[in-house]
T-cell receptor, first 115, second 117 residues
């Protein structure tokens, strides 16, 4: 089954304790992205990656890191989480857009609470 | 600066009637518009899209209308079903942003649709 998986689905942590949210896709997609969803703000892009070893900042990259060592995986790293990073996080992937825009496929989300 | 806005946080509709979800945008560079549906505890799933060179796209019960002069798009669901109850996000792509050939997607805040039996 074609899918994007994220782990963990739920996480409660404390300020300053490093954490990693994993993301994996089995569709051989080149493009992967991380979003956070907050009430009244919709989905905002954190980081994206066009391909292996190619990553760049989105709209809200502060406090986050990513890596893309393999095509299928795109982990999101919070080196020193703070309460303002409490949010719902989504990983997404898509093929190269080509002529028409190819929609992004989203993972199920990770609910993160930073105390 | 919210370039894509969904001004109605929620919408309640009776089963069988039409649901109309609205989205306004400010950036005339947007060339593709998409609607995503999101159920609780799941990620958004793609629903329907429209290119800026069209004014209507239909897929079964779902139709998206684009009014470029008004910078407005809407999603019509006819007839509405209880299973359509979800959060709906509109999104727009700027092909010249993001520094890549993918462009950049900007999402609205979302509208919670509730369809009552």
């Amino acid at each position: 089954e074609a899918q994007v998986t994220q782990n963990p689905r739920y996480l409660i942590t404390v300020t300053g304790k490093k954490l990693t949210v994993t993301c994996s896709q089995n569709m051989n997609h080149e493009y992967m992205s991380w979003y956070r969803q907050d009430p009244g703000l919709g989905l905002r892009q954190i980081y994206y990656s066009m391909n292996v070893e190619v990553t760049d900042k989105g709209d809200v990259p502060e406090g986050y890191k990513v890596s893309r060592k393999e095509k299928r995986n795109f982990p999101l790293i919070l080196e020193s989480p703070s309460p303002n990073q409490t949010s719902l996080y989504f990983c997404a992937s898509s093929f190269s857009p080509g002529v028409a825009y190819n929609e992004q496929f989203f993972g199920p989300g990770t609910r993160l609470t930073v105390l | 600066d919210q370039q894509v806005k969904q001004n109605s946080p929620s919408l309640s509709v009776q089963e069988g009637r039409i649901s109309i979800l609205n989205c306004d945008y400010t950036n005339s560079m947007f060339d593709y518009f998409l609607w995503y549906k999101k159920y609780p505890a799941e990620g958004p799933t793609f629903l329907i899209s429209i290119s800026s060179i069209k004014d209507k796209n239909e897929d079964g019960r779902f139709t998206v209308f684009l009014n470029k002069s008004a910078k407005h798009l809407s999603l019509h669901i006819v007839p509405s079903q209880p299973g359509d109850s979800a959060v709906y996000f509109c999104a727009a792509r700027n092909p010249n942003a993001g520094g890549t050939s993918y462009g950049k997607l900007t999402f609205g805040q979302g509208t919670i649709l509730t369809v009552h039996p």
